[in-house]
């Protein structure tokens, strides 16, 4: 497609304007201008798509779907010109019509399609796909409200509802397609013809409507798709009722319909809450499942290529249970004999797993599972019975490791155990993680079949958190090495060669220093603090988890308090701790820390004691968008998971193209990024995955407390009050604690830590010591390009070719 002149552009916005808005634009608001512009935005996307398309058609292309529960987006309208190269040409086209791009772009919100670092993830491999060439679709739900804003009183975390249809919308094309999914009934079986007939009978059926989003990649003629479903019922209104005047039941099949795709990660800590989680699952995979089937056999023919043109690729367990409804499919509509259509399955789906946390590797209790999907529990059942019955063979007499091999077992359906079995590759995604899987968590499965295990490591869309939020240091890089990183990640170690030269680590300061002003400003308005672009920005932005052990940040905040207080002329570096994270909303202890974090800042920020020395903000709400503000400003990043815990991270890879060295344990990625970086760029500190896991049994953290004045000081700290409230439920989870005090190691690995945080402020201390630190971080950055990661997934484990070269 030919570049798009500013005239051109300037006339495509004119044209959108008139015939959607009914205005010109010298009298339109910003609201309609920003529309319009990503309107003109997807209509140049749906161009390319449809050429795209028409290539992997012609060209019978295998194509890659990937499931997941959520596709963390961030806003569209930046990267999506970017990608195009036509974001320069826009800001100036919309400057002499009297906008700023800038403020037109702050109007977008953050597609409430995803949470934490799976969706992020998810969003990471379609733009690579797209950029790298290959023909790739998303799939999963249009969430009228994504997870929740974020909003913090006295400390505590409310969850409001977002909104971000509301002008999020604009991105999604509404497609015909739309699929039945049934729920609940009964099966009744009987044969004809030699073969077994299953109908379901008296099943309540949800409509899946598609919606579509373009997915853009960099300066490519490939454009790929996300498709979302949304769940709707046959009829809006039983009208016998309404004229009854039973009014709230007339509509109540309606609102029980749509609440699938109401909201992205429903409590599920009651069983309403369990039977949602399902439905949505299962809502989101018969759709897509039916949508892949339906375009195969209109494209092939029949479904016996489908291993051939189709890789469909489970995104943690959410989507396990593609395996069974691709079975019932084959089964059920197409008449496939079991073997065969097992053998289509197995050659078609793979698994990638995200944790090693169990209550994560989830499982559904039988008697939900039994009665939302009958038809699909007999089948699991079925699967579950042949492979306890291959178990035997591997592990004779063997009753309780075959039982906790099983699918199906002590009255609870494990998916992961379903993606084991059902999946032609399994993989982790660092490392350390694809070492855990084999040795540890999945190990019988390991011995069974070694040959289904692989590692890919993450890796992260670098030009959106280098080039689009970092575009200072991005166009000094190119300066400095030219544009070819921008197509090769790798091409950033060419920075190496600069690392000794005083005059591009002061630039590198210098633009670290405009990106913290940015963030001080945002700090300012959102927090009313203020803080000094000089301090050091220490900063740890995650999904609030104990694991993750913000807890132990805290800490060093409480015991650097308590120096401060014995001297307070202390010779530190000034320093700001930052925090973001958001908690699951039925997850009362990470709450409970949100509000230690915030109680600390309130204490820290208005005593005179610290001032000019610390400072503690917590900033609520943390979204894509705000990390693209956090991340370029950040010269610590704090990655202090207890080691084996995190499956990889990649808010680690974000900080470190941008400059900031890692404080971190060797768990994850953290492994890899020291492996590339060396020990003298970089903190380590902690218990090893290893040690970790000798010390589990026999831990007493009780041990820690009586041996360290320290920690006893910030438990006693923690009872009598910070800011004047107590946190004693924290102390009694550290010391007390019911199923074992203490369970993601926090006093154990204190002291090291401390020492740790004292190596950070000396090395700040010499100036070009940390400034070679941080230039080496972003050049060695460019292994954990997610376009490295797809590459992968395509050579080892996809099997597909690119249709752009």
């Given at each position: 497609?030919?570049?798009?002149?500013?005239?051109?552009?300037?006339?495509?916005?004119?044209?959108?304007?008139?015939?959607?808005?009914?205005?010109?634009?010298?009298?339109?608001?910003?609201?309609?201008?920003?529309?319009?512009?990503?309107?003109?935005?997807?209509?140049?996307?749906?161009?390319?798509?449809?050429?795209?398309?028409?290539?992997?058609?012609?060209?019978?292309?295998?194509?890659?779907?990937?499931?997941?529960?959520?596709?963390?987006?961030?806003?569209?309208?930046?990267?999506?010109?970017?990608?195009?190269?036509?974001?320069?040409?826009?800001?100036?086209?919309?400057?002499?019509?009297?906008?700023?791009?800038?403020?037109?772009?702050?109007?977008?919100?953050?597609?409430?399609?995803?949470?934490?670092?799976?969706?992020?993830?998810?969003?990471?491999?379609?733009?690579?796909?797209?950029?790298?060439?290959?023909?790739?679709?998303?799939?999963?739900?249009?969430?009228?409200?994504?997870?929740?804003?974020?909003?913090?009183?006295?400390?505590?975390?409310?969850?409001?509802?977002?909104?971000?249809?509301?002008?999020?919308?604009?991105?999604?094309?509404?497609?015909?397609?739309?699929?039945?999914?049934?729920?609940?009934?009964?099966?009744?079986?009987?044969?004809?013809?030699?073969?077994?007939?299953?109908?379901?009978?008296?099943?309540?059926?949800?409509?899946?409507?598609?919606?579509?989003?373009?997915?853009?990649?960099?300066?490519?003629?490939?454009?790929?798709?996300?498709?979302?479903?949304?769940?709707?019922?046959?009829?809006?209104?039983?009208?016998?009722?309404?004229?009854?005047?039973?009014?709230?039941?007339?509509?109540?099949?309606?609102?029980?319909?749509?609440?699938?795709?109401?909201?992205?990660?429903?409590?599920?800590?009651?069983?309403?809450?369990?039977?949602?989680?399902?439905?949505?699952?299962?809502?989101?995979?018969?759709?897509?499942?039916?949508?892949?089937?339906?375009?195969?056999?209109?494209?092939?023919?029949?479904?016996?290529?489908?291993?051939?043109?189709?890789?469909?690729?489970?995104?943690?367990?959410?989507?396990?249970?593609?395996?069974?409804?691709?079975?019932?499919?084959?089964?059920?509509?197409?008449?496939?004999?079991?073997?065969?259509?097992?053998?289509?399955?197995?050659?078609?789906?793979?698994?990638?797993?995200?944790?090693?946390?169990?209550?994560?590797?989830?499982?559904?209790?039988?008697?939900?599972?039994?009665?939302?999907?009958?038809?699909?529990?007999?089948?699991?059942?079925?699967?579950?019975?042949?492979?306890?019955?291959?178990?035997?063979?591997?592990?004779?007499?063997?009753?309780?490791?075959?039982?906790?091999?099983?699918?199906?077992?002590?009255?609870?359906?494990?998916?992961?155990?379903?993606?084991?079995?059902?999946?032609?590759?399994?993989?982790?995604?660092?490392?350390?993680?694809?070492?855990?899987?084999?040795?540890?968590?999945?190990?019988?499965?390991?011995?069974?079949?070694?040959?289904?295990?692989?590692?890919?490591?993450?890796?992260?869309?670098?030009?959106?958190?280098?080039?689009?939020?970092?575009?200072?240091?991005?166009?000094?890089?190119?300066?400095?090495?030219?544009?070819?990183?921008?197509?090769?990640?790798?091409?950033?170690?060419?920075?190496?060669?600069?690392?000794?030269?005083?005059?591009?680590?002061?630039?590198?300061?210098?633009?670290?220093?405009?990106?913290?002003?940015?963030?001080?400003?945002?700090?300012?308005?959102?927090?009313?603090?203020?803080?000094?672009?000089?301090?050091?920005?220490?900063?740890?932005?995650?999904?609030?988890?104990?694991?993750?052990?913000?807890?132990?940040?805290?800490?060093?905040?409480?015991?650097?308090?308590?120096?401060?207080?014995?001297?307070?002329?202390?010779?530190?570096?000034?320093?700001?701790?930052?925090?973001?994270?958001?908690?699951?909303?039925?997850?009362?202890?990470?709450?409970?820390?949100?509000?230690?974090?915030?109680?600390?800042?309130?204490?820290?920020?208005?005593?005179?004691?610290?001032?000019?020395?610390?400072?503690?903000?917590?900033?609520?709400?943390?979204?894509?968008?705000?990390?693209?503000?956090?991340?370029?400003?950040?010269?610590?990043?704090?990655?202090?998971?207890?080691?084996?815990?995190?499956?990889?991270?990649?808010?680690?890879?974000?900080?470190?193209?941008?400059?900031?060295?890692?404080?971190?344990?060797?768990?994850?990625?953290?492994?890899?990024?020291?492996?590339?970086?060396?020990?003298?760029?970089?903190?380590?500190?902690?218990?090893?995955?290893?040690?970790a896991d000798q010390l589990y049994p026999d831990y007493n953290p009780t041990e820690y407390y009586s041996k360290d004045w320290r920690i006893q000081q910030i438990i006693d700290n923690l009872r009598s009050g910070i800011n004047g409230v107590s946190f004693a439920e924290i102390a009694d989870r550290l010391l007390i604690g019911h199923g074992g005090a203490d369970p993601y190691l926090v006093l154990a690995d204190f002291a090291s830590y401390i020492d740790a945080q004292v190596n950070v402020d000396i090395a700040y201390k010499d100036v070009y010591r940390f400034r070679r630190m941080a230039l080496v971080n972003t050049a060695k950055a460019g292994f954990f390009s997610s376009d490295r990661s797809v590459e992968e997934y395509a050579k080892k484990i996809w099997d597909i070719n690119k249709v752009e070269k």
């Amino acid at each position: 497609m030919k570049n798009i002149s500013k005239n051109e552009f300037k006339k495509l916005l004119e044209q959108k304007l008139m015939r959607v808005f009914g205005t010109e634009y010298s009298d339109a608001s910003k609201q309609v201008m920003y529309k319009a512009v990503c309107l003109v935005t997807r209509d140049i996307l749906a161009q390319k798509r449809l050429s795209f398309y028409n290539k992997i058609k012609d060209g019978g292309h295998k194509q890659i779907y990937y499931m997941s529960m959520e596709f963390l987006l961030g806003r569209s309208l930046r990267n999506n010109l970017f990608n195009l190269d036509l974001l320069e040409t826009a800001e100036k086209t919309v400057s002499e019509m009297g906008f700023e791009m800038d403020e037109l772009m702050d109007i977008e919100p953050d597609a409430g399609l995803g949470n934490g670092g799976l969706g992020r993830l998810a969003a990471a491999y379609l733009d690579s796909l797209t950029s790298c060439g290959y023909a790739a679709g998303g799939f999963s739900i249009r969430y009228d409200y994504g997870i929740f804003n974020q909003k913090i009183v006295d400390g505590w975390q409310m969850e409001m509802p977002d909104k971000w249809l509301i002008d999020g919308s604009v991105w999604l094309n509404a497609r015909d397609s739309v699929y039945e999914v049934k729920f609940g009934g009964h099966i009744e079986e009987h044969w004809e013809d030699g073969r077994l007939i299953c109908e379901h009978k008296d099943y309540t059926t949800i409509i899946a409507v598609s919606f579509e989003m373009p997915i853009s990649g960099y300066k490519t003629d490939a454009t790929n798709f996300l498709r979302l479903w949304s769940a709707k019922t046959k009829n809006d209104i039983d009208m016998a009722l309404f004229s009854k005047g039973e009014y709230l039941k007339a509509i109540e099949t309606k609102a029980m319909a749509e609440a699938i795709s109401k909201i992205l990660y429903p409590a599920d800590n009651h069983y309403e809450g369990k039977s949602l989680r399902l439905k949505q699952q299962y809502f989101f995979v018969s759709a897509s499942m039916q949508c892949v089937v339906k375009y195969h056999l209109k494209t092939y023919g029949s479904l016996d290529t489908l291993p051939e043109k189709a890789a469909i690729h489970i995104n943690d367990t959410h989507p396990a249970l593609c395996v069974p409804e691709l079975m019932r499919i084959l089964l059920d509509d197409h008449g496939y004999s079991w073997d065969t259509a097992w053998h289509i399955v197995c050659d078609t789906i793979s698994y990638t797993n995200h944790t090693v946390m169990q209550e994560a590797l989830e499982k559904w209790p039988q008697g939900l599972f039994e009665s939302l999907l009958p038809r699909i529990f007999q089948i699991v059942k079925e699967i579950n019975k042949r492979h306890c019955g291959e178990l035997w063979k591997i592990f004779p007499g063997e009753w309780t490791r075959i039982s906790d091999n099983a699918i199906l077992s002590d009255g609870e359906i494990r998916m992961a155990n379903l993606c084991l079995v059902a999946s032609h590759t399994v993989n982790g995604v660092s490392a350390l993680h694809s070492e855990i899987l084999k040795n540890d968590l999945f190990s019988d499965y390991y011995k069974v079949a070694p040959y289904k295990f692989k590692n890919v490591t993450n890796g992260i869309t670098y030009r959106r958190w280098l080039a689009e939020a970092n575009p200072l240091l991005s166009n000094y890089i190119t300066e400095l090495i030219g544009p070819k990183f921008l197509h090769d990640a790798n091409e950033l170690e060419n920075l190496l060669p600069f690392k000794g030269n005083h005059a591009v680590l002061d630039k590198f300061a210098e633009i670290k220093l405009k990106n913290k002003e940015r963030l001080a400003e945002y700090i300012k308005k959102a927090n009313g603090v203020v803080v000094s672009p000089d301090a050091i920005f220490d900063v740890q932005v995650k999904r609030l988890h104990e694991y993750k052990r913000q807890l132990l940040n805290a800490f060093h905040i409480l015991d650097l308090c308590r120096r401060l207080r014995e001297n307070p002329d202390l010779n530190i570096t000034p320093r700001v701790f930052i925090f973001g994270a958001k908690a699951a909303s039925s997850y009362y202890m990470a709450k409970l820390i949100i509000r230690l974090i915030y109680m600390i800042g309130e204490m820290v920020n208005k005593d005179p004691i610290y001032k000019d020395k610390i400072k503690v903000v917590f900033l609520e709400n943390y979204r894509v968008s705000l990390a693209e503000i956090i991340m370029p400003a950040s010269e610590i990043s704090e990655q202090i998971s207890v080691a084996g815990k995190e499956a990889s991270g990649t808010g680690n890879m974000k900080f470190m193209i941008n400059g900031a060295v890692t404080i971190g344990t060797m768990d994850g990625a953290n492994v890899e990024i020291h492996e590339k970086v060396g020990d003298e760029n970089i903190f380590i500190f902690g218990l090893s995955a290893n040690q970790a896991d000798q010390l589990y049994p026999d831990y007493n953290p009780t041990e820690y407390y009586s041996k360290d004045w320290r920690i006893q000081q910030i438990i006693d700290n923690l009872r009598s009050g910070i800011n004047g409230v107590s946190f004693a439920e924290i102390a009694d989870r550290l010391l007390i604690g019911h199923g074992g005090a203490d369970p993601y190691l926090v006093l154990a690995d204190f002291a090291s830590y401390i020492d740790a945080q004292v190596n950070v402020d000396i090395a700040y201390k010499d100036v070009y010591r940390f400034r070679r630190m941080a230039l080496v971080n972003t050049a060695k950055a460019g292994f954990f390009s997610s376009d490295r990661s797809v590459e992968e997934y395509a050579k080892k484990i996809w099997d597909i070719n690119k249709v752009e070269k």
